[in-house]
């Protein structure tokens, strides 16, 4: 069965610092989708970054960064030097290419609070 | 703009009244989603439709019901079986497997 699982429910740091997310997944399938998305104070919730599994090379985008591990079935997200506006609900995400018993969902983690302090 | 809106933003029920969530997008996205939102908690399924006409029961599918009459449209009905409607809801959308998730701003949904 398909499982996301995000074992840190809260992470406080102070502005400045850098902080790493994890994401630990579990599938049957060879080939599947990783998600990061962001979920402000106001609700709704923004796309980071899709990852598919045959492509295990580490992505940067400014601040953020994403390291995928096939081996440990882990798909982290650091910020660096973290800012307050980074504050939100972090989810990871899984999806597979519309196998029989999964029907296009996304299977979702519960979530990592992250409160950055000034 | 492409996106998914949703309405209301806010929305109060009394006990015994069926309401009804709408969802509309204009991605010509395929699939469609209602998710649950409870503070503090993650996101849970309700409904998703693949194409018009077709919808499915999610996770917590329960006290809900859903149309899918068009392409851009997937409206969610809370009837008065629910027993604990008081929640966050979101409707998102993507073009099908392996593709991200569109979402909407969300209806905040309180029985009083």
């Known amino acids: 069965a398909q499982k996301v699982t995000q074992a840190q429910t809260e992470i406080s740091v102070v502005e400045k610092e850098d902080v790493t997310l994890d994401c630990v997944y579990e599938?049957?399938?060879?080939?599947?989708?990783l998600f990061w998305y962001k979920q402000p104070p106001s609700g709704e919730l923004v796309f980071l970054i899709r990852r598919n599994s045959f492509d295990e090379q580490n992505e940067i985008s400014g601040r953020y960064s994403w390291n995928f591990q096939k081996s440990t079935s882990s798909f982290n997200f650091t910020i660096t030097a973290s800012q307050v506006v980074d504050s939100a609900v972090y989810f990871c995400?899984?999806?597979?290419?519309?196998?029989?018993?999964?029907?296009?969902?996304?299977?979702w983690g519960a979530g990592t609070k992250l409160i950055i302090k000034p | 703009d492409g996106g998914i809106t949703q309405s209301p933003k806010y929305l109060f029920r009394k006990e015994g009244q069926n309401v009804t969530l709408s969802c509309e997008q204009n991605l010509n996205h395929d699939a469609m989603y209602w998710y649950r939102q409870d503070p503090g908690q993650g996101l849970r399924l309700i409904y998703y439709s693949q194409i018009v006409n077709d919808f499915q029961k999610g996770d917590i599918a329960e006290g809900y019901s859903v149309s899918r009459e068009k392409k851009e449209s997937f409206p969610l009905t809370v009837t008065s079986a629910q027993k604990n409607p008081t929640a966050f809801y979101l409707c998102a959308s993507t073009w099908g497997g392996g593709t991200e998730a569109f979402f909407g701003q969300g209806t905040r949904l309180t029985v009083v």
């Open positions: 995400a899984l999806s597979d290419l519309g196998a029989m018993d999964s029907n296009y969902q996304l299977i």
């Open positions: 599938t049957r399938d060879t080939t599947y989708y």
